[in-house]
């Protein structure tokens, strides 16, 4: 689309392809006075995730897999209406497609290797346990007949 302010990048030197992505403007709702009852500028991308070849196949998988609630027949769809303009929504749509896709394919989180605590916090603790309870039984009646 001309006009459009570069490729949205994904991550690194992926970027979301102007070929495969399908516009559709519409009536927007909201303040805007006459001119926005005359013009379509509520703006709705679709991203067919299933078919692209532009994403590498391990992010694909995992973009699949990771947004499968949002997809209709592999198709991601994103609406944007905020703006007044039919460009800005245009913009802020595909912005709101490239950061929803760099989530979907980002690597999954290292697993969290559990810490060790340390034998002389524990011994610690329990010293301070052991003085309590000795504080606590010397408070006790003893023999009080």
Known sequence: ?????????????VSLPEAELVWRFSRSSGPGGQHVNTT?????????????EA??????????????????????????????????????AAVRLAALLAEAT?????PRRPTRIPRGINERRLREKKQRSETKRGRSPKNWD
């Open 106 to 110: 980002a690597p999954p989180p290292r």
């Open 55 to 92: 994403l590498p196949e391990v992010w694909k998988r995992r973009a699949l897999e990771r947004l499968a609630g949002r997809l209709s027949d592999g198709v991601v769809t994103v609406r944007a209406s905020e703006h007044r303009s039919q460009w800005r929504n245009r913009e802020a």
């Open 40 to 52: 379509d500028t509520a703006v709705e991308l679709r991203f067919d995730l299933a078919r692209t």
């Open 1 to 13: 689309m001309e006009g459009m302010s570069g490729p949205h990048v994904i991550r690194g030197s």
